[in-house]
């Protein structure tokens, strides 16, 4: 079937976001991918670009719309969750995911967060067959991810007509029955994608043997993450007048490690508040809330909630927040606060015992994966520690 044939005499155009199709470089986009793609998705995408199909499905592809999608990202992000699910459901014997030989190659998405794969296992491009990773059940059930056993061709057909095809399901009523398909809802305004250029690794050997193994302290922290050239503190505060305002000073490795980074987001997922921030959602807001909230639990479930919170003596004084709201902070032990131990207080998990190390050791391991702690994000096995040990920056206009 001539998929941008159909498409054409069953397309309908957004006057809300009028757009054309997009021209695409397919030969460095497979290049790059280090496979061909089926004709017929080449074709429908340089006919429409990307389309919304029967009201529920993204054809997506090789686009970029500034802050909002960027295909290499989102095949990144798609294939590192689905490789990551597909080992917990089938451990040594999991489908492969791209790169891998013959591995799932993500191609779209339902409106419902659905996620659809190419199986690329057969040699041919214009056989592979699309497979659904249904999101609808959060168990993660084996039954979620779906081989329909149609081509991408086969399954637009059905969706554009109303044939149900488990776990998509058929087309509801009351999405458009005269345009089932749409070549400007899917990403409006997007423009070609470019392929990054191969760039060498940014640690050669020996500079990664000190980051990832043999360094200690803030200089192997500085050869792995790079710190930002101006770090973002805030205004408003100095560290004399916070420590005033909290009632206590604050570590001095705590201190250094915020000069030298400033506030931001560690490894995707570690957020370290702005500490000198006046107003607003600033430091001691931010303790004053968690230690509040602490008390309210401990208050009904003294056995889940063991920690006592600052200002009680040893209490639990917050000053970062993962990404799944789990809080890192010390147990304020004493009045040398150099001395205090680091704790996390977990959201999902039962409270687990203080750290040990400081603050840069603690970082330094996480990143490096070789520390695990109930309530900090882990990374995946597969996970280059150099890749994902990275640092975001915050500026005056966040929220942490």
Request: glycine fraction near 10%; aromatic fraction near 10%; proline fraction near 12%.
């Amino acid at each position: 079937m001539d998929i941008a044939a159909y498409v054409t005499a069953h397309t309908g155009q957004s006057s809300e976001h009028p757009t054309g199709p997009a021209p695409v470089d397919w030969a460095a986009v497979e290049h790059w991918l280090g496979r061909r793609l089926p004709a017929d998705y080449r074709e429908l995408l340089d006919a429409h670009g990307p389309l919304l199909l029967g009201g529920q499905l993204r054809v997506l592809g090789p686009y970029v719309l500034g802050g909002r999608f960027d295909y290499g990202e989102w095949l990144h992000r798609l294939h590192r969750t689905a490789r990551i699910e597909l080992r917990e459901l089938h451990g040594a014997r999991r489908p492969p995911v791209h790169p891998e030989p013959g591995g799932l190659l993500a191609l779209g998405e339902s409106t419902d967060a659905d996620q659809l794969f190419w199986d690329t296992t057969d040699p041919d491009p214009d056989r592979w067959t699309v497979v659904v990773r249904s999101t609808e059940d959060y168990e993660r059930d084996p039954a979620d991810w779906h081989r329909t056993g149609l081509t991408l061709g086969a399954l637009l057909r059905a969706l554009t007509t109303g044939r149900a095809v488990p776990p998509l399901g058929p087309r509801p009523a009351d999405r458009s029955a005269d345009r089932p398909a749409d070549r400007a809802a899917a990403l409006p305004g997007a423009a070609p994608w470019t392929p990054p250029p191969v760039l060498p690794p940014r640690l050669g050997p020996e500079q990664r043997r000190f980051a990832l193994e043999t360094g200690t302290g803030l200089a192997a922290l500085r050869a792995l993450v790079e710190p930002p050239a101006r770090p973002y503190l805030g205004s408003g505060h100095t560290w004399a007048s916070l420590a005033a305002a909290l009632g206590t000073g604050l570590p001095a490795e705590y201190r250094e490690l915020m000069e030298l980074y400033g506030s931001g987001q560690w490894g995707g997922h570690l957020r370290f508040h702005t500490p000198l921030r006046k107003g607003g959602h600033d430091f001691l807001e931010h303790q004053r809330d968690t230690c509040e909230s602490y008390l309210l639990f401990r208050e009904d479930e003294p056995d889940d909630f063991p920690l006592a919170v600052w200002p009680e003596p040893g209490g639990f004084l917050p000053f970062a927040t993962s990404a799944y709201g789990d809080e890192l902070g010390w147990l304020a032990e004493g009045p040398d606060p150099d001395r205090w131990p680091l704790i996390v207080y977990p959201r999902h998990v039962d409270q687990g015992p203080p750290l040990e190390g400081g603050l840069v050791d603690v970082l330094l391991a996480w990143l490096r994966r070789a520390l695990e702690a109930p309530g900090l994000p882990t990374f995946d096995e597969d996970d280059d520690p150099a890749e994902y040990a990275v640092f975001e920056p915050f500026d005056d206009g966040s929220y942490w």
